[in-house]
């Protein structure tokens, strides 16, 4: 009953966060101005359909995982929690018309900033324990399943690498009084950030379609092992691009 409830909570919110990503859409078609920069409402838009779909991939996929129900609840419970934060604190500056991220102009726009880089190492914890996890045992499911799950978990944690990066960075510029240099520091992760997130997604959903096709399980499992090669080789191509433009 528990982790029932911690499911139906995160995949809730999740949409909400879906939700509220798409308002803004319209909040932004609505008033306008720029889309790109370190001020825009790209910024709710981009991270509530991003959270919402990342938090409700996870809650998805760790229902394979071999943990305990107490473990994943309570996982689950402060990861539901930390993306509200997250994309909370990014869309309340968004309306203040100030930047979410490397903004220490005033004692409450730092509040805010550290905030949200503390809630990003509490979701580097979080999804690194579910990524150990499905190594330690193999998840179950359909063919190709724990391929997909554990090679989604570990493309995902390159792109939380990619985001800690982003955010140290912008960090050491801009207590090195140079804000504006922090903004724009962060432009050459971006593609490999947003690409590695969705793996925990992507892949399993693709297990998931499979399973329902008549195909034979090695059939299967060859399409899944070519969805990971080709979303790897997005993922490297994204790395040397950040690379070389870093």
Known sequence: MEIEKSTRVACSVGLALILSG???????????????????????????????????????????????????????????????????????????????????????DTAVSMTLA?????????????????????????????????????ILLVGLASGAAMIARGVVLTRT???????????????????SLHAVLVLPALTWLLSRTSWSEPVRRRIVAAATGCYVVAVVGAGVWAVLTY
Do not use: N
């Open 22 to 108: 798409l308002v803004h859409l319209g909040v932004f078609a609505v008033d306008g101005g720029p889309w790109y920069g370190p001020v825009s409402w790209r910024k709710p838009v981009t991270f509530g359909l991003s959270f919402g779909a990342t938090l409700i991939a996870v809650t998805w996929v760790t229902s394979s995982l071999r943990i305990s129900a107490r473990l994943r609840a309570l996982l689950l419970a402060v990861f539901t929690a930390d993306c509200v934060v997250e994309v909370g604190g990014i869309t309340l500056q968004a309306w203040r018309r100030v930047p979410s991220h490397l903004d220490m102009e005033t004692p409450f």
């Open 118 to 154: 503390v809630g990003g190492g509490v979701l580097v914890v979080l999804l690194t324990v579910f990524a150990v996890a499905s190594f330690r045992q193999r998840p179950t499911g359909p063919a190709g399943m724990a391929l997909a799950v554990r090679s989604g978990f570990a």
């Open 177 to 195: 009084g140079h804000q504006e240099a922090a903004y724009h520091s962060t432009a050459p992760l971006k593609p490999l950030h947003g690409v």
